[in-house]
């Protein structure tokens, strides 16, 4: 039984092996068309960092918000936030090393779309306020998910909760 098993795995790991095929490429391979950069120690009390593109276009650019896991900071992962940038997004993520309960996330997308319609704004009309993902490491996965879920508005076309 024992020699079945370990057969079984084998064939598992050869199947897995070659089921990525063979043009894959990593993320780090896959730069985006954008050129980035970082504006640290902006947004609510100078606690955030933003990674985008260089250059805005109008109404282009959906928003992702980090949260980090504990004790953690943006430059921690900047090369993750840079590549997402490089791809039109604009990154916010805050400083504060304990943000699973969401409120830092909420706080920093609130504020870049605040952003979005003040005209003297470098964001002025350049975001999508629609199209918002939060993702999170660790705790700040928690944060993700509570930040989410605090602004959670379900679509009239969606009837799974109602």
């Avoid at 089921?19 to 068309?33: H, I, K, M, N, Q």
């Avoid at 999508?128 to 999170?136: E, Q, T």
Wanted: aromatic letters at 10%; one cysteine or more; proline letters at 6%.
């Amino acid at each position: 039984m024992k020699i079945f098993r370990t057969m079984l795995c084998l064939i598992i790991a050869i199947l897995m092996m070659y089921a990525v095929p063979s043009y894959a490429t990593t993320w780090e391979d896959a730069t985006g068309l954008y050129s980035t950069t970082v504006v640290g120690d902006t947004g609510p009390d100078n606690m955030y960092y933003i990674y985008r593109p260089q250059a805005l276009r109008s109404n282009t650019h959906p928003i992702v918000v980090f949260c980090f896991g504990a004790g953690s900071h943006p430059k921690n992962a900047a090369s993750l936030l840079t590549q997402l940038a490089s791809h039109g997004v604009v990154v916010i993520a805050g400083t504060d090393p304990y943000q699973e309960d969401g409120s830092q996330a909420n706080a920093g997308v609130n504020w870049l779309i605040g952003q979005n319609e003040i005209s003297k704004s470098e964001y002025y009309q350049n975001l999508i306020p629609s199209r918002v993902l939060a993702i999170g490491h660790s705790k700040g996965g928690n944060g993700a998910m509570w930040a989410s879920i605090k602004n959670y508005k379900p679509s009239p076309l969606c009837t799974c909760f109602k």
